[in-house]
């Protein structure tokens, strides 16, 4: 990888954010592009295209989920799907979703950087 993999962050909670901002922050290979709290913002907001949305469950749901496929078909980003459980159903869900990944919150810390890692290949 040449290049760094440009990533933007959508979830609704601030503090995810700066989360995942602190533990991409310094990775190399991997930069932040943007931050929003949702599909509709960050369609918006976007300034620099992303190879990699980081997107909530639950900002692609409903409506949103309409957002969230017009923006990939005109950006052909990567999606990788992030929930606040680990139950299985939610890895379903982000399937549903046609998303390339699926990571539950609490092993962002285990698992992000290494997944991101295996879509910029």
Partial sequence: MTDALRVAIVDPLPEIHAA???LLCGVAGIRIVGHA????EYASSADEPADVLVVDLRTCL?????????????????????TSDTEPHY?????RLQADAWVPKAR????????????AV
């Fill in 37 to 40: 709290r949702s599909l509709r």
């Fill in 20 to 22: 995942i901002a602190d």
């Fill in 62 to 82: 409903g409506p949103e989920r309409t957002v969230l496929d017009r923006l990939r078909a005109q950006h052909g980003f990567r999606v990788v799907v992030t």
């Fill in 108 to 119: 962002l810390a285990v698992d992000l950087v290494r997944t991101l890692r295996g879509l």
């Fill in 91 to 95: 890895g379903e869900a982000a399937l």
